[in-house]
């Protein structure tokens, strides 16, 4: 009776431990929530200087940290950059990416926003940062903070604020899923590298891998519900997208080693609302404007002039 007992404790605690294990692979928070040094080897390390100098300027800008409290009870964090010299005109609202920061994914778009005099207000995603949270969720819950984040803007600023949405990687992913429910004043969006479904990235990398996906994906599913509190098919760039009315610039490299260019093309096929997609040929995950700065900045600028975001 003894060894029985002994032996179904330890086939329970298998589930669990393979539970545990890809909650922490997963969807744990970075373990260094304030580490904004850019990824090594391969593209990354032969754009260091252009990756350093994007770096420098971003951690010299002066900003102001701001917080707000998201409508499921975190303390949410984020830096405001008055690159118009006095609240004018309008902001971006920039997302960075999975285990990443806005200093290291968003010094292309602060070097473009500066240069514009266009505001730029950059989150610590939650689990992030400053931000609280226990679980990234791959856009599922972050796509509610993006709103949270627009109400905060209208708080601040006044109704008529004009805003835009950017976002890269999971940032890209956390706007392209929030694009069905934005208010009038969301003028436009710009997702650079951004994938389709939280399962379908998770898929995507654990092939990569070499993960036996098929067999682990329902614990991976089991683990984000249980100990994340989320359910991973509870979001949708395409289903958004095809809601969308808001006008959407997607940009993708060509060589993205992480999230595939086809998912780009993907969203952009379902966007229902008015619509550009760049690719950048040789460009890996995130690299779209340190490998083709002109075309990433033509294309931003002149989808900005589109929508009325540029700066009064």
Same mark, same amino acid.
């Not at 929530?33 to 754009?47: C, I, M, T, V």
């Not at 610590?124 to 226990?134: I, L, T, W």
């Not at 998912?263 to 995950?285: F, V, W």
């Not at 990433?296 to 540029?310: I, N, S």
């Given at each position: 009776m003894?060894k029985?007992?002994?032996?179904?404790?330890?086939?329970?605690a298998?589930? !669990?431990?393979?539970?545990t294990?890809f909650?922490?692979r997963?969807?744990?928070?970075?373990?260094r929530?304030?580490?904004?040094?850019?990824?090594?080897?391969?593209?990354?390390?032969?754009?260091r200087?252009?990756?350093?100098?994007?770096?420098?300027?971003?951690?010299a800008?002066?900003y &102001?940290?701001?917080?707000?409290?998201?409508?499921?009870?975190?303390?949410?964090?984020?830096?405001?950059?008055?690159?118009s010299?006095?609240?004018?005109?309008?902001?971006?609202?920039?997302?960075?990416g999975?285990?990443? /920061?806005?200093?290291?994914?968003?010094?292309?778009?602060?070097?473009?926003?500066?240069?514009?005099?266009?505001?730029?207000?950059?989150p610590? #995603?939650?689990?992030?940062?400053?931000?609280?949270?226990?679980a990234?969720?791959?856009?599922?819950? &972050?796509?509610?903070?993006?709103?949270d984040?627009? #109400?905060?803007?209208?708080?601040?600023?006044?109704?008529?604020?004009?805003?835009?949405? !950017?976002?890269?990687?999971m940032g890209? !992913?956390?706007?392209?899923?929030?694009?069905?429910r934005?208010?009038? /004043?969301?003028?436009?969006?710009?997702a650079?590298?951004?994938?389709t479904t939280?399962?379908?990235?998770?898929?995507?990398?654990?092939?990569?891998?070499g993960l036996?996906?098929?067999a682990?994906m329902p614990?991976?599913?089991a683990?984000?519900?249980?100990?994340?509190g989320?359910?991973?098919?509870?979001?949708?760039?395409?289903?958004?997208?095809?809601r969308c009315?808001?006008p959407?610039?997607?940009?993708?490299?060509?060589?993205?080693?992480f999230?595939?260019?086809?998912?780009?093309?993907? /969203?952009?096929?379902?966007?229902?609302?008015?619509?550009?997609?760049?690719?950048?040929?040789?460009?890996?995950?995130?690299?779209?404007?340190?490998?083709?700065?002109p075309a990433?900045?033509? !294309?931003?600028? &002149?989808?900005?002039?589109?929508?009325?975001?540029?700066a009064?």
């Open positions: 003894k029985r007992t002994v032996l179904a404790a330890a086939l329970a298998v589930p !669990a431990a393979a539970l294990g909650y922490l997963c969807f744990a928070p970075p373990a929530r304030h580490d904004d040094s850019a990824p090594h080897g391969g593209q990354y390390e032969a754009k200087r252009e990756l350093d100098e994007l770096h420098a300027a971003a951690l800008d002066r &102001e940290r701001v917080y707000m409290r998201s409508r499921d009870g975190l303390r949410l964090s984020g830096r405001y950059f008055p690159f010299g006095g609240d004018r005109g309008p902001i971006v609202l920039f997302f960075h999975y285990r990443s /920061n806005a200093l290291r994914d968003g010094g292309g778009l602060l070097k473009l926003m500066r240069g514009m005099g266009v505001d730029v207000l950059a610590d #995603q939650r689990a992030h940062g400053e931000s609280e949270g226990r990234i969720t791959f856009g599922v819950k &972050e796509r509610c903070d993006c709103l984040w627009i #109400q905060y803007i209208l708080d601040r600023w006044g109704e008529d604020k004009r805003i835009v949405l !950017a976002g890269v990687s890209a !992913a956390t706007v392209l899923m929030a694009s069905d934005l208010p009038g /004043n969301v003028l436009g969006i710009v650079d590298c951004g994938y939280p399962e379908a990235i998770l898929r995507h990398v654990g092939k990569m891998q036996p996906v098929d682990a614990l991976v599913r683990s984000a519900r249980l100990l994340g989320f359910d991973l098919r509870g979001a949708s760039a395409p289903e958004a997208l095809g009315r808001t959407v610039l997607l940009i993708h490299g060509e060589a993205d080693g999230v595939p260019c086809e998912m780009s093309r993907e /969203n952009y096929a379902a966007c229902a609302a008015p619509k550009r997609l760049l690719t950048i040929p040789g460009a890996d995950h995130a690299m779209s404007f340190v490998i083709d700065e990433y900045t033509a !294309a931003v600028r &002149e989808f900005l002039a589109e929508c009325g975001a540029t009064d």
